[in-house]
């Protein structure tokens, strides 16, 4: 496997369910990061680890939950979803610290569509 | 209210033609902003930046435009080519936070 890899693709879950999105770099990355695409919105940043540590939180509820257990994987955990949370999930990662470097280089997955009903 | 727009849902070019993608932003705090492309059923891939202390930056067929006073911004595909359709964002960066439009479907025709 190459580049950034995003397991499932696809998942429909009820509002009860637990599940996990999965997400892998194999670029030697040193940063990860959670986006939402929701149907005729942008796309938009929800978490960034830096180093394994969470740096950026941009205000998303706690029913999304995400971990960082090493560099390479990242995961966002999903309970007591809402319908309007049904969207497209992208991971990325990339290689730097530095603000600009970081978005010039960011490597996206082909992300999971997640339907909530 | 968003923050950064792209007000052409759509757009479609003659294959050898010019392609012009704008997108427009309000805040002019934004210090830097980029192109990605993105073909279905997978993720987008970056393309080409510009920071705000620049008007212009070119890279091979892909040229972007900053216009600040305006705060316009426009992505030049010349000659544009099939493997050019897709879907385009534009997005800018301010304290350390991207912001995206929702994109343009560009279709070059044949």
């Known amino acids: 496997e190459t580049g950034v890899t995003q397991t499932p693709r696809h998942l429909v879950m009820g509002m009860t369910n637990k599940k996990s999105l999965k997400c892998e770099q194999h670029l030697g990355h040193n940063a990860m990061y959670w986006y939402k695409q929701s149907a005729k919105k942008p796309l938009e940043l929800m978490f960034v680890?830096?180093?394994?540590?969470?740096?950026e939180n941009n205000s998303v509820p706690s029913r999304f939950s995400p971990e960082c257990p090493n560099s390479s994987h990242l995961f966002l955990h999903l309970h007591t979803l809402q319908p309007e949370d049904s969207a497209l999930y992208l991971c990325a990662s990339s290689q730097g610290t530095t603000r600009v470097v970081v978005y010039n280089e960011q490597f996206f997955g082909p992300g999971t569509r997640l339907t909530v009903l | 209210d968003q923050q950064v727009k792209q007000n052409s849902p759509s757009l479609s070019v003659q294959e050898g033609r010019i392609s012009i993608l704008n997108c427009d932003y309000t805040n002019s705090m934004f210090d830097y902003f980029l192109w990605y492309k993105k073909y279905p059923a997978e993720g987008p891939t970056f393309l080409i930046s510009?920071?705000?202390?620049?008007d212009k930056n070119e890279d091979g067929r892909f040229t972007v435009f900053l216009n600040k006073s305006a705060k316009h911004l426009s992505l030049h595909i010349v000659p544009s080519q099939p493997g050019d359709s897709a879907v385009y964002f534009c997005a800018a960066i301010r304290d350390d936070k991207i912001i995206f439009g929702k994109g343009t479907r560009l279709h070059i025709l044949p």
């Open positions: 510009i920071s705000s202390i620049k």
């Open positions: 680890y830096n180093f394994k540590e969470q740096t």
